[in-house]
Antibody
Framework: QVTLKESGPGILQPSQTLSLTCSFS??????????VGWIRQPSGEGLEWLAD???????YYNPSLKSRLTISKDTSSNQVFLKITSVDTADTATYYC???????????WGQGTLVTVSA | DIVMTQSQKFMSTSVGDRVSVTCKAS??????VAWYQQKPGQSPKALIY???YRYSGVPDRFTGSGSGTDFTLTISNVQSEDLAEYFC?????????FGAGTKLELK
């Protein structure tokens, strides 16, 4: 059974760095073809893909945010991390992690973690 | 970037109706399109992948069609639990992009 769960700080101030963790089970990121991505959704708005990381450590970023994003993984602990630097109020959103396989769709999603950026 | 356009933000329907949600890609994405259903307070759930394949456990009243740039999600015999928001997504190339969503509401 595949599960993913996001965790984050809940609230942080503008200009700080947002650190998110995706803890998963039911698959391994050392398995060929496996990948995990991050997607965010401001309240009442649509979905924005942020970044993907793959079993072979290939990483892909949304160009609109690339300079601020870093995705990484710890295969031994079944976790994927996302850092977003210099946050502002526009980064307030629910952040989801989701599993992909073989560069296809997001088959499994976490429950999401709400991040609020506020002074 | 490939823009996925869902031109209808809201669609009204009745239980038992058939409704079609459309999505247009700004360039050819083949059949590398997925559809997701999202209910309030929940994460998105995969419904359709590769444009027309139903994901595991999805009722057969959900049908996906299309290729290239034009895609459709059809819900036959709409049930009350289908009242949700629906998003299309292309995974043909990076950056991955989603449509803005179509919210299905009761008439």
């Amino acid at each position: 059974q595949v599960t993913l769960k996001e965790s984050g700080p809940g609230i942080l101030q503008p200009s700080q760095t947002l650190s998110l963790t995706c803890s998963f089970s039911g698959f391994s990121l050392s398995t060929s073809g496996m990948g995990v991505g991050w997607i965010r959704q401001p309240s009442g708005e649509g979905l924005e893909w942020l970044a993907d990381i793959w079993w072979d450590d290939n990483k892909y970023y949304n160009p609109s945010l690339k300079s601020r994003l870093t995705i990484s993984k710890d295969t031994s602990s079944n976790q994927v991390f996302l850092k977003i630097t210099s946050v502002d109020t526009a980064d307030t959103a629910t952040y989801y992690c989701a599993r992909r396989a073989d560069y296809d769709w997001f088959a499994y999603w976490g429950q999401g973690t709400l991040v609020t950026v506020s002074a | 970037d490939i823009v996925m356009t869902q031109s209808q933000k809201f669609m009204s329907t009745s239980v038992g109706d058939r409704v079609s949600v459309t999505c247009k890609a700004s360039q050819n994405v083949g059949t590398n399109v997925a559809w997701y259903q999202q209910k309030p307070g929940q994460s998105p759930k995969a419904l359709i992948y590769s444009a027309s394949y139903r994901y595991s456990g999805v009722p057969d009243r959900f049908t996906g069609s299309g290729s290239g740039t034009d895609f459709t999600l059809t819900i036959s015999n709409v049930q009350s639990e289908d009242l949700a928001e629906y998003f299309c997504q292309q995974y043909n190339s990076y950056p991955l992009t989603f449509g803005a969503g179509t919210k299905l509401e009761l008439k």
